[in-house]
DNA sequence: CTGAAAGCGCTAACAG
DNA sequence: CTGTTAGCGCTTTCAG
């Protein structure tokens, strides 16, 4: 059996609220009595009881954390951010991978829930109405990462996304191309879907390029190969000079099929990915790309998050951080 | 505030008992007040605190998990695997990265033990005495997953990775290569790091190839950077035919510094990973690797893990699922 | 079948 | 300063 306070009281030849007092206001304890304690809880290796602790308190310094689909390479960095500032916090994160399945989503709210989680952390996914509703039943601080919401009043922590695509785009159009090709995320996804979409026509418009909006294709999450999307993008648009792609993983996986039919990037063919994974750096040729900064979204959305949870006021609801341009090989200056 | 089971009984008009006895033995309770009971939950919304339960059941249905390095992507799917399985079962995982840091380790064993987790997943690291004896002392159910310990008995889950990388440069030699280099992972990882070196040595030894045992470079957990250590190993061992890399993530930083330097693979070098990752499938060209199941080896870790839990004997201690080897476009076959 | 009461491990008044 | 007591939300005897 675990000892409990009870077991370091006894020992301590003291009253359970003295133990509790050391452990709690040391100093409304007096000296003698508390080394006796200290001594015992060394002893007995006592550690307290988090559960019998949370039912007081009504705090458990647990969040819960939502991500749709964990093997997407752009979580390990925006995890690793989270767990720090949680952990810096005296925080603990339960994980759970949605897999883009919203009964899942529902089924693990409850259990944050019920498990009496302090906060939620709701990563990259559409906010739908149901959704809302569930969460605002809920009634617990949520900082949603990666993704917003424009019709309810969440917070949220991301880069922004449209401006990025719009600025991606508009890099190629500056470096002269004039048919350019775009390998998008379903457009139900409301970070790597839509707004990348909308960056992307944007800057079509205003270079009146508007003759390029069709050379898109959109892969779908839940059945996405990289390969696939690549290959039929390559199948409808076979006379493009560059193409956007909403994520690394689909700029990879073009860069592969290009290999395979002799096209030559960035001689023939410019491609430019999206997140600035690791991998990104590591590529044939080496891949230009959109870089956001993972870690700091993680980071940011966690301390925003504890603060909202322990009643610090936090003046901006919705925080958009810096996004980058980073030119590596995979593009070229196309000379007229 | 959250309705508690006095709200629900007190507008059921039952006593606490009963909302108590729908919820957890309902035939024992008569049809009328059952309903009457359950409308009241509906209309309350009411969900149990598992806080209060946990404290009765003393069994929290939450595994602790430690990763030493979230960032490889190797753990995506083995997380994957274990979610699955754990939601599977009703429990849910508190993920914490250690990022290969033993202070960090034991403070979240700590947390763990606090939390009252019923039991603890420990991810791919070596189990030093020092963690062996803390692991011990918090008497909760554990299994190593993706490593082993020989010293302690300690149930795990992995393949057998001597084995794995045996039969990787077994590979490489049956197609006749003589020169070979080896791409290591710390020796002190006991799992990416000595077993993978000790198959490595293994098959030149048999071969009679021991000529070659020098020609290996070795990368640090922490700092590691796939580029910098392929640089390296091109440097140290300019002549070899083939490197067997301990890790996908190096084969890939391998690929591109070779291209960089205008070295063909696998025409003038092949090239051989570990992991087989998804991205194994986009190199140029593409990787030929050793595959473990990750998704299974997860799955597989924490059916067992809460099988302890649940007190059901498992007879087998250390698990050793399969590995293979994916024969992919970045090795070649050398005529003499 | 059902309510009252005790208790899981801990904290927080409240006296003393 | 310190012990006693009540109670956090829930389950489980134990009577009735």
């Given at each position: 059996m675990k000892p409990t306070i009870r077991d370091v009281a006894n020992l301590a030849k003291v009253s359970i609220s003295t133990v509790s007092r050391v452990m709690n206001a040391p100093d409304s304890v007096v000296e003698s009595k508390r080394t006796r304690v200290l001594d015992a809880i060394e002893k007995l290796k006592y550690q307290p009881n988090a559960l019998a602790r949370g039912l007081i308190y009504?705090?458990?310094n647990t969040i819960g954390v939502v991500i749709?689909?964990?093997?997407?390479?752009?979580y390990a960095d925006v995890l690793r951010g989270m767990e720090d500032a949680a952990d810096k916090r005296g925080f603990s994160l339960i994980i759970s991978n949605m897999d883009r399945d919203r009964k899942r989503l529902f089924s693990y709210l409850n259990t944050f829930y019920e498990k009496q989680v302090d906060g939620i952390l709701y990563t990259s996914d559409s906010v739908f109405p149901d959704y809302y509703n569930e969460l605002n039943r809920l009634k617990m601080p949520i900082v949603l990462v990666a993704t917003h919401s424009m019709e309810y009043e969440l917070p949220s922590v991301k880069i922004d996304d449209e401006q990025a695509a719009y600025d991606a785009v508009k890099f190629l159009i500056e470096n002269g191309h004039r048919k350019i090709a775009m390998i998008g995320f379903?457009?139900?996804?409301?970070?790597?879907?839509l707004p990348r979409y909308q960056g992307f026509l944007r800057a079509l418009r205003e270079y009146d390029l508007?003759?390029?909006?069709?050379n898109v294709v959109f892969a779908n999450g839940?059945?996405?190969d990289a390969l696939v999307v690549a290959e039929s993008l390559i199948e409808k648009c076979p006379d493009v000079t560059a193409v956007f792609c909403a994520v690394d993983e689909f700029a990879i996986g073009l860069l592969s099929c290009l290999h395979e039919r002799g096209v030559k990037v960035p001689d023939d063919i410019s491609v430019m990915g999206f997140d600035n994974i690791r991998m990104a750096r590591m590529t044939i040729p080496k891949l230009t790309t959109v870089a956001q900064p993972m870690y700091e979204i993680g980071q940011r959305a966690a301390e925003k998050l504890i603060a909202r949870i322990e009643g610090q006021d936090d003046p901006v609801l919705r925080e958009y951080l810096p996004h980058g341009i980073v030119v590596r090989a995979s593009t070229r200056r196309l000379e007229r």
């Open positions: 009504k705090k458990t749709p689909d964990i093997r997407n390479a752009y379903e457009l139900s996804d409301n970070i790597s879907g508007e003759s390029c909006k069709d839940w059945t996405y």
